[in-house]
Every structure is written in C-alpha cells, then in structure tokens.
C-alpha cells in the first residue's frame, strides 16, 4: 500500500508511557505524532529501557524533564513518510523494519564533520529532547533511521543502540587482541562490552557486580566474575595476572569506587575507559594514575558506523541477549522502572512491547 504523508499533523491518539515527575509513570492517551517533511513515523514494535532513564526517572538527569516521553532503544516499522523522505531515502519504504540512532546532530559542525556526530554541539535525543518510544509510535528524522538485515527480528534489532555503546568502547579501546580486560558493571553495556570484546579477540575477560544473578550471565558468556562483597576486586586481579594488572579496564558503572578498582587493577601504560555515569563528580585515585602512566578514555554514546557495527555483530550471533533480556507490555513500563531501581533480579534489560496493531493506523492511509 502506498502510504504518502505531507500533512504535518496526522491526528488521531495513542497510548504512551509519560514520565511525570520523579518516581512517577502514567499510561496516557496521546495525539499521535507529527511528521516533519524529512521524518518517518514508526510504529514501535520494541523500545528498552535505558540506565540513563532509570536516573531521568528518579529526577536525577538535568537532561530529562517531565512530562516526557522516554524511550530511546527501539526498533519498528515504518508507516508513515513525510513528503520529502523518498527522495533523499529511496530506500526507506512503508513497511520497513527499522531501528535508529536516537541521537539527532546537525552534521554542519566541526565535529560531524570530523566523524563524531554524537559530540555534536547542537545534539538531541530522542527521548529526552523530543518524544521518545515508549509510545505506540514515534516521530524520527529518516536520516538516522536503519534498516534492519532481512533476517533480524525486531526483538534483536532493539537491541543495536546498547550494543553500539560496547561498540564504540571496543573501537575506543587500543590493543584488545591477546588483552586481558576487566569490565566493572555486568549491566547491559558491561555484558555487550563483554562480549564485543571477546568477539575482537581479548584473551581474558574479568567482569565484577555485586549482583549474583547478572554475575552468572557474564560467567556462561566466558568471564572471570568476581563479587565485590566477597573478594577484593584489585586483588584478585593482580593475583590472576603475575601483579601486573590488565592491559584495559572499562568502568560500566560510574562511582568512585568503581572508577578507582580501574585504575587499581590496570597494568602500567595500561588503558581505562570509563563508560558508567552513575556519578557526575568522583573522586578518584590521580597520583596512581600519574604514576602508572594511565591512559584515560572516555566513552559516549556511539556512531552511526557503530550502529551498523552493532547490526552487524547481532545478524552474525557475535553479540546475543539471552533470558536476561525481558518483554513486558507498554502497560507494565511504570513497575519495571521501579523493579529496576529496587531489585532487577534476573532481568537486565527490559523491552517495553506497545500494544497496538499496525492495521489499527488509519491516518494517513488512502
Ligand atoms: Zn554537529
């Protein structure tokens, strides 16, 4: 059926997830959004729910303010276009399965012209800066929508943004053949990262948390785990490597504590990319840094080539989320934001599954 949009508003309503305030979720009725000229509506077939949303949440993100809908991680199916999509996109159709990179740049600045788009000055989330996903549908410039590879369901194609963070670390990263890493965190991006890691050749990998369960994912996926309430990270990780420490750390979690355990347990010269934002300000132990020689990497967000990484590394198997990737309904979006801060348990990531059927969308139609 060929679907063709140019009015700017579309009309019609649709159930979305809205943050109110700090601990606060309502399921609203919500006018259906509009398409820009050069924006693609999606139906969302699958959106996860973000650490960072977990902190908007709670009122804890400058970045986020309420109302708002979030949602950032999703994949769907295209079913409206705006007028002039089909020229700059050819290949973006009604129908299309499709996942995004949420991260909106304006691709005229010294760094999107430099390949770092995610840095970009004038740069928007969707989600944040605009209405995100956990919705029935979203509004999305078409230019930083992805096709999904013909055999990828959109389960896993929700899945690409978080992957694409790994990737961006492993990309970040410098010798990852032959190294031994410790990953702190086993949330999403410390599993993904895991795994990325291995896939790129890394040749011992220690993950640490202090949750058992997610501890035991990042075992099965071929990690050293250690439990910080049992053992001293540190320590056990200079034991298992002749006292040198590992050749790259990453910090998955964003305290201090885990911030300094980098430093502690990398080797002289060796590499810390810090990823976790949990705390804005840290201390953390600099003189040891100084001493080790240290080389410090922050990490943000991704490219789009790190999406198409991420796609890539998901179609061939390379990165998986087993049974500790969950679905819940739309509906349900409120408790798992309170599950998730008060005892995730076995879940790691949650994929929140609007309702409606994409034959229910008569707007637009002729
Ligand atoms: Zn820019």
Known sequence: MEVTVTARY????MEALVWVGPRKMALQEEPLPSIEADEALIRV???GICGSELSGYLGHNALRKPPL???????????????AVRAEHPELEVGARVTANPMIFDGTCRYCKDGLPHLCADRALIGAHRPGAFADYVAVPASQLFGLPSDMDLRTGALSEPVACSVRIARLASGVGGAAVLIVGSGAIGLFTLQVLRDKGARQVFVSDTNPARLSVAAALGAKTL???EVDVVEVVLRATGSEGVDISVDAVGKAVTRAQCVGATRRSGQVLLSGLHEEVSVMPVADLIRKELKIQGTFCYTPDDIREAL???????????SWVVEAALAEGGDWFARLIDGPGEAVKVLLRPSVALDTLEVGRR
């Open 227 to 229: 439990n910080p309430q």
């Open 69 to 83: 809908v979030m949602g950032h991680e999703f994949s769907g199916e295209v079913v409206a276009l705006g007028a």
């Open 312 to 322: 890539q590394l998901l179609a061939r198997g390379a990165v998986v989320g087993g």
């Open 45 to 47: 077939a699958y959106c």
């Open 10 to 13: 579309l009309g019609g309503s």
